[in-house]
Nanobody, 123 residues
Framework: VQLVESGGELVQPGDSLKLSCVVS????????MGWFRQAPGKGREFVSS????????EYAASVKGRFTISRDNAENMLYLQMTNLKPDDTAVYYC?????????????????WGQGTQVTVSS
């Protein structure tokens, strides 16, 4: 199984950005998916996660109301729509997959990771 993120770039505060993650090797529908991020000098932080059919979603308090996670199982794609971006959102963003049905917020529960995509929010 391989996860490949894309969409990260340098944006200004207040801008919007959409990240994508393509899953190959197994159907996306077999995984609970999550987005995590890691800022320089900090640990990996939970951003959002979504159940296999997409009906259960979790968000970190810091992004709730600004970020939206979604998935297209038919296309094997996971997305993160980010709006009203802030400098504190600057980080490498990772998509991650786990088997099972529980929508975890703990990164240790995810066993498959992408390589990450850099998001920089700066004026």
């Amino acid at each position: 199984v391989q996860l490949v993120e894309s969409g990260g770039e340098l944006v200004q505060p207040g801008d919007s950005l959409k990240l994508s993650c393509v899953v190959s090797g197994r159907p996306l529908s077999t995984f609970v998916m999550g987005w995590f991020r890691q800022a320089p000098g900090k640990g990996r932080e939970f951003v959002s996660s979504i159940s296999r059919p997409g009906g259960t979603i979790e968000y970190a308090a810091s992004v709730k109301g600004r970020f939206t996670i979604s998935r297209d199982n038919a296309e094997n794609m996971l997305y993160l729509q980010m709006t009203n971006l802030k400098p504190d959102d600057t980080a490498v963003y990772y998509c991650a997959a786990r088997e099972g049905t529980i929508v975890h917020v703990d990164a240790n529960q995810y066993t498959i990771w992408g390589q990450g995509t850099q998001v920089t929010v700066s004026s």
